[in-house]
């Protein structure tokens, strides 16, 4: 006979902007730049085109590191019943169920949408606090596995 479903315990886990993850927009940025120099070596491209291809990737590595400094930090709280974000000195307000979109050793990068319909994206990293690690994963999954009410203002699960 299977074990009745247990409740997962309640849960406030911090997220940051990983100092970690900023190898992504520097990986992104010098992907690019490889681009557009063997761009350039082959195509022998005129000056205005070569311009144009070093502000494409100027302008595309900007927006990568802004967005990555940009990251939202706070907390993801489980309160036993329901989900409550807290992003900055703001007080915990509900969001909907999270979405853990890639699930890797380091970490689990979650999809947030709060009350009003805000969507955060977050990197719940395993060594912000390895004592709850364990904790979070269960109400994480637990909670993926049963039907969850949405949050009053917040987007449906496909929209964005």
Known sequence: MPAAFSQPPAVRYPFDASRRLAWAPALLSASG??????????????????????????????????????APSGELVW????????IGARDDEPCAPPCVCADV??????????????VHWVWLARGADPLRWLDLRRA?????????RPVA????????
Do not use: K, N, T
């Not at 309160?79 to 807290?86: F, I, N, T």
């Not at 689990?108 to 009003?116: E, K, P, S």
């Open 33 to 70: 730049a490889a681009v557009v120099l063997a761009w350039l070596a082959l195509q022998r491209a005129d000056v205005p085109q070569s311009v144009l291809g070093v502000l494409l990737w100027a302008a595309c590595s900007g927006l990568a590191w802004q967005c990555w400094r940009a």
């Open 79 to 86: 309160d036993g019943l329901r989900w409550l974000v807290r």
């Open 105 to 118: 050793p380091p970490g689990l990068w979650v999809r947030l949408v709060r009350q009003g319909g805000a």
């Open 140 to 148: 994480l999954f637990a909670c993926q596995g049963r039907q969850a």
């Open 153 to 160: 203002g917040a987007a449906p699960e496909g929209a964005s």
